[in-house]
């Protein structure tokens, strides 16, 4: 496509890739009560990529993914989403009247029908079996969140967006959901935009990492975010220990040699590299 | 007595209006119970005074006056809510009194019109007309069957707008639909309740109808049962003890909260008293 020599150039250069991605927010900035929630945040989810955005508390995660997915208006730059991309959101938190009597099967059949059997085989996926039938507001934290989950892969989504979608999940079931994520990712060959806290399952399971505080730190695959100086300061020792584990997972030749030592003395550091450490 | 014989007679009018208008406030009132939307019903039924004032004064149709000015103030309501600097609560509060205020004042400095404030404010449900009665009828089928229309995409808004929204089930189109739809019952029935006492027959019914129910679907016909059952009771009961009819619907409704209310607590008693004995 050939495109005229303007000051438009650049945006439309980008285009191509942007027309690949399943969604893609360019340049997006988000302005309200007076100060820019986010600024300049570019994230693209391409398929069967697990792109994973970490920040501190109120460093504008949800509402970058919110943005993302036109929840809310972006007063700066673009989001958009594919054409025909089929969407499963997990949102942070919501609250469903008590006054409404609802199954968490009715819950995963809100905006589509699903079969019995579809529904069941869903819920046995995130460790709910036989709670079909059980009323939503009686489940624990927990339990909520799984429902939330299978309704969000009930759908068979092309992009999944999963903002801390194991918060109040116990340990072993993390793991469990991360796992299924990840397998789900394989089957639908989707994309997953997720937003974590666990720096460990963010650095060896994820292809892309988005640094988040108001801005875009830094980003890339975990090693190069892992490595930035901007990373470290943000996470502190969490961030060095979740490297350590990080290059645990992926050095498959050597690996207990002296690497997290030579990473708590800040010292950037080749995963891949033999005989540097 | 034939069918048309019965409709002479003004109690079978007033039960037929009643019931007419409890099977429609019955699944709305569901909807406005769920999304916590009590007071926006409150405030659309207070503006009906302030419609029936400027119906009055440009002399058109009643119910299209009081129509247009819920839809007014509900935009009003929308518009205010986007600006956002302050809460809805307070918005409603501001818009809800305003309105009844304003409607009181503007139908009083109309000297020329004779206009019974008390039936419009308590309804008059015993001097319903046939013809009334087929407007309630036929606006009562079109808003069931408009909800019916959107009952999905509003479920799944009121479940939860953000979800709705990236699913494609445009919750601001349907929510703005729903609003039209209170609006049109209100403009529709306020002859037989009166509009500081009609959200009570949206409310009352559906909150005594949850206990016993585990759909939104046969919340929503048990809601219409329990209002028609009201209305049964508190006729029965303003002609039995000569109290207005109106306020004695709602009292007919809240009775039928209080006992449903006792008779679950009783219920999960014993079935609790069981267990222990069992185990
Ligand atoms: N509508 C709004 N008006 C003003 N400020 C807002 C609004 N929505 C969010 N914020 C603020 O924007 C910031 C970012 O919020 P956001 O929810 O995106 O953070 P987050 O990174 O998801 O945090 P957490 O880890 O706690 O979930 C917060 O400081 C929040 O108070
Ligand atoms: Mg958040």
């Known amino acids: ?277 | 007595m034939t069918g048309r014989a019965m409709l002479d007679d003004f109690f079978t009018r007033a039960l037929v209006a009643g019931i007419g208008f409890a099977v429609v406030a019955g699944p709305l009132g569901c909807f406005i119970i769920w999304r916590r939307m009590a007071y926006f019903g409150d405030t659309i039924a207070h503006s009906a005074l302030l419609g029936v004032a400027f119906a009055l004064l440009l002399e058109i149709d009643v119910i299209a006056g009081v129509f247009v000015m819920s839809v007014v103030i509900a935009m009003a309501l929308l518009v205010l809510q986007r600006l956002g600097t302050l809460s809805s609560d307070t918005i409603l509060g501001i818009l809800s009194h305003s309105a009844l205020a304003l409607g009181i004042v503007i139908i009083s400095l109309m000297t020329w019109v004779r206009v019974d404030l008390k039936a419009y404010l308590l309804g008059d449900i015993l001097t319903v007309s046939r013809a009334d009665i087929a407007v309630i009828y036929a606006g009562g089928a079109v808003v069931l069957a408009l909800l019916a229309a959107i009952w999905r995409p509003l479920l799944a808004a009121t479940a939860s707008f953000d979800l709705a929204r990236t699913e494609g089930m445009h919750p601001e189109r349907v929510r703005l639909v729903f609003m039209l739809l209170i609006a049109a019952v209100i403009a529709i029935t306020m002859k037989v309740m009166g509009i500081l006492l009609i959200t009570a027959l949206l409310i009352i019914p559906a909150a005594t109808a949850r206990r016993f129910c585990s759909s939104p679907e046969q919340m929503a016909l048990w809601s219409a049962a329990v209002g028609a059952a009201a209305v049964g009771l508190g006729l029965f009961g303003s002609l039995r003890f000569d109290t207005p009819s109106g306020p004695s619907i709602v009292a007919g409704a809240m009775l039928i909260f209080i006992v449903s209310l006792v008779l679950s607590l009783a219920v999960s008693r014993v079935a609790a008293r069981t267990f222990n004995s069992r185990g």
């Open chain 1, 1 to 277: 496509m050939e495109q005229p020599v303007t000051a438009v150039t650049a945006d439309a250069a980008a285009e191509p890739e942007g027309a690949r991605a399943l969604a893609h927010a360019r340049h997006i900035g988000v302005f309200r009560g007076g100060r820019w929630l986010v600024r300049h945040v570019d994230i693209t989810v391409r398929r069967g990529e697990i792109v994973t955005v970490i920040g501190p508390n109120g460093s504008g995660k949800s509402t970058s993914a919110k943005a993302l997915l036109g929840l809310i208006d972006v007063d700066e730059g673009a989001a958009t989403i594919a054409k025909g991309v089929r969407v499963g959101y997990v949102p942070q938190s919501i609250s469903i009247d008590w006054t409404l009597p609802l199954t968490v099967a009715r819950l995963l059949t809100l905006t589509a029908r699903h079969s019995k059997a579809e529904i069941a085989a869903t819920l046995a996926q995130v460790g709910l079996p036989d709670m079909a039938d059980a009323p939503v507001q009686t489940l624990s934290g927990g339990e909520f969140q799984r429902a939330l989950l299978a309704r969000a892969i009930i759908r068979k989504p092309d992009l999944l967006v999963l903002d801390e979608p194991v918060q109040g999940v116990d340990f072993t079931g993390q793991i469990a959901l991360y796992k299924l994520i990840r397998d789900i990712r394989d089957r639908l060959n989707c994309g997953v935009l997720l937003i974590s806290h666990d720096l460990h399952i963010v650095m060896a399971e994820t292809d892309t990492v988005v640094c988040l505080n108001g801005h875009v730190c830094c980003s890339g695959t975990p090693k190069l975010v892992a490595e930035d100086p901007e990373y470290r300061r943000l996470f502190g020792p969490a961030a060095s220990e979740a490297l350590a584990v990080y290059r645990h997972d992926h050095d498959h030749t050597h690996a207990h040699d002296g690497s997290v030592v030579a990473l708590q003395g800040g010292a950037h550091h080749d995963h891949d590299g033999a005989g540097d450490a």
